[in-house]
């Protein structure tokens, strides 16, 4: 296994923490309250499980696709910036579950794991590429769910 792959492999174990952090400390109810995302804990089960599957693709590609594997670090990084640290300063210090981890795990791991890649422009856009992807696409499905009666079965 390489630097990168073994880098890979503790930034799943951090984003399993971080799961943990936002489960304990009610990730659903902060996003309702602070994000106006009407997303429920099945949506934030199913997310997390899949991120989980999507790191361990991301060590196992790693050597053959490290733009695409550093996706994941990519979407640690953006989720830890957009999705806890931005909420948290633009909410004048109110707590966002998840900050902990994004913090003291995400960047420093993150960064790291990019650094470890053989890096080129197009591996580093790649990269930060996927992962705003893999960060946007539960979102988006969760808002068109919510504002179109379409993709509703329920209703």
């Known amino acids: 296994m390489s630097y990168l792959q073994t880098l890979l492999c503790a930034c799943v174990a951090a984003y399993g923490l971080h799961v943990v952090e936002e489960f304990v400390f009610d990730?659903?109810?902060?996003?309702r309250q602070v994000l106006h995302?009407?997303?429920?804990?099945?949506?934030?089960?199913v997310t997390n499980c899949l991120v989980i599957v999507i790191?361990?693709?991301a060590?196992?590609?790693?050597?053959?696709?490290?733009?695409?594997?550093?996706?994941?670090?990519?979407?640690?990084?953006?989720?830890?910036a957009?999705?806890?640290?931005?909420?948290?300063?633009?909410?004048r210090g109110k707590f966002s579950p998840g900050l902990i981890?994004?913090?003291?795990l995400?960047?420093?791991?993150?960064?790291?794991?990019?650094?470890a890649a053989p890096l080129t422009p197009a591996v580093l856009v790649t990269?930060?590429?996927?992962?705003?992807?893999?960060?946007?696409?539960?979102?988006?499905?969760?808002v068109l769910k919510h504002k179109f009666s379409y993709f509703d079965q329920a209703r």
């Not at 990730?27 to 996003?31: K, L, R, T, Y």
């Open 27 to 31: 990730w659903q109810c902060w996003a």
């Open 37 to 45: 995302l009407p997303a429920r804990w099945e949506d934030f089960y």
């Open 55 to 57: 790191g361990a693709v």
């Open 59 to 80: 060590v196992a590609i790693a050597p053959v696709w490290p733009g695409v594997a550093l996706g994941f670090p990519g979407l640690m990084l953006i989720n830890g």
């Open 82 to 91: 957009f999705m806890h640290v931005l909420p948290f300063l633009l909410g």
């Open 101 to 104: 981890t994004s913090v003291l």
């Open 106 to 115: 995400f960047f420093p791991l993150g960064i790291a794991t990019i650094k």
């Open 127 to 142: 990269g930060f590429v996927v992962g705003a992807v893999l960060l946007a696409t539960p979102i988006g499905f969760i």
